[in-house]
């Protein structure tokens, strides 16, 4: 693997870390009280990941796109489609997780995050803009590209969304990740552009956040169940 692409890994590494030591240092610094420096503590470091990320990745950048990289046009309309294939796959995912295997839909990394956000908005630029640059270098680009050139494609994204999952504190609700690192590995070998991936990961988050955040728990209610019986059409049941 290139030198440079370990430099990445341990970036993200000492960047998840970093809270045990930030946190307790941005409240001795600032009049803030402790929640707050965890939550801007969290903001600075990855706003500070992603800038270590894209100086370590500037030589890929120098070089330029894949010879046989989309071109402009097919790479917007892959960014729009790419959501739409997500959520699709997410849905899927979701449905066989909640009524076959017996799993809450509730994701307790997202949950935690939605509680986050209600307080302090700005922290959704987190999970709308900063995470997505971040996890899309890392796992499809880094983990699953690396995989992919040694053995195939299944294996690559299986492994890489296994990681992520993982890296989330989240195995529960494997199958989801698997959903969507698979159709995020998937853009990215068929335009051979990682910032589509980014952009896809970035409208999915943003969507999700977006509705969490204004409906009703009542409304979201309704429209899982709604969302149930498509899914349940769609396989037939």
Known sequence: MNKRYWWVIITYVIMQLSGIVGGPLFYFLFPIDKTQAIVYYTIFSFIAGVVVFLLLMRPE??????????????????????????????????????????????????????EIARAFPMFTIIPALFAPILEEILFRKIIFGGLYVRTNFWIAALVSSLIFAIIHMDPTHLLVYASMGITFAYLY???????????????????????????KPEDLERIQKNMNFIWLQFIGG
């Open 61 to 114: 950048m120098k070089q330029g796109s894949d010879k046989d990289a989309s071109p402009l046009g097919s790479t917007i309309l892959w960014m729009v489609a790419g959501v739409f294939m997500a959520i699709f796959a997410q849905g899927i995912a979701g449905y066989i997780e909640q009524n076959i295997l017996g799993i809450s839909s509730q994701s307790e990394n997202t949950q935690n995050i939605l």
């Open 189 to 215: 070998v068929k335009t051979k552009r990682i910032i589509v991936p980014i952009a896809v990961h970035m409208g999915m988050n943003t969507a999700v956040v977006l509705t969490q955040l204004l409906l």
